[in-house]
């Protein structure tokens, strides 16, 4: 099948999953022939067509090992925020808001059922079509790769009727297809080590914080993760942010600010809506709303005078 690949502002999240479906087939050997290079805007029926065709030919086993491309394909800065999530938690809520960023007609649903095992579900938003067994396979897969990766350990997925999918690294081949709307995502925790006081030095301790804040701006900080990262208690950073009459919401912020102005002065870069997802923003409303308060314009605008 020939995928017409182009890309809009609106659609990034979709043209990101299609361009991971395309890597992940080729990694296959299974020859998908891209239209144009570039991104992935393909109706959503023939998306169904495409990887329900890959199924009947390769079964599902094909489907699954899709998401083994997520490691090596070409940079991909929506796949790059997901895997610097802290956790799994964390990778699953960056998820979540990347659902809202996009027009997609289904949502991933979590259950925490244990500290190191999630349920996860994979359904219509609201009253419309449900995910088929084929899109809901790739979704678990992926999401059970990027676990893999921000937890540094092997997951154990299966259906919630007990059929495993995936278990000590690898992809377990099904004989039918599973009729598959929701998965368990298990795994043994890693031990963390020792968080140790150190002294940093008030002269460079905001750069310092706005750095760590800036990496990831994804993250949904606290302040208590923000204090782990630079070697302090909570309540030391906390004093020490106030000596400088600076606040903890008030960095995480600027950090976003920061992060969406960088890309909005790329006029080849993200589009819009993911440069809002990328920096961090829980939606598109939020990105607009944070960004005019803080600049005094509107993302769209300040590109408009400032894109080089």
Known sequence: MKI???TSDQDFASAAMMRLVVAGLQRQGIKVEMGRPGGAHLPREMKRALLADVMA??????IL???????????????????NAADAGDLLDRWQ???????????????????????????????GPRA?????????????????????????????????????????????????GSCDIEWHPRVSDPVLENGVSDAGLV???RRHLAADPMR?????ELARATGMSSRTLQRRLAAHSLTFSGLVADARLQTAAQYLCDRSGPGLAAIGFLAGYSDQAHFTRSFAR?????????RADFAV
Not at 57 to 62: D, N, R, S, V
Not at 65 to 83: F, G, K, N, T, Y
């Open 97 to 127: 808001r990347l659902e809202r960023f996009s027009h997609g007609r289904h949502r991933v649903r979590v259950e925490r059922p244990g500290p190191s095992r999630y349920r996860l579900r994979h359904g219509a938003k609201d009253d």
């Open 294 to 302: 803080a600049v005094g314009t509107t993302p769209a605008v300040y």
């Open 207 to 209: 750069d310092d914080l």
């Open 132 to 180: 088929s067994t084929v899109e809901t396979l790739l979704v678990m897969a992926v999401l059970s790769m990027l676990i893999e990766q921000v937890e540094g350990v092997e997951v154990t997925m299966q259906t919630t009727d007990g059929q495993v999918l995936r278990e000590k690294g690898r992809w377990v081949a099904a004989d039918v297809p599973v009729a598959c």
């Open 220 to 224: 949904r900080w606290t302040l208590h």
């Open 65 to 83: 090992r899709i998401a083994d491309a997520a490691h090596d394909m070409s940079p991909e800065p929506v796949v790059q925020a997901l895997m």
């Open 4 to 6: 017409d690949a182009t």
């Open 57 to 62: 030919a390769h079964g599902p086993l094909a």
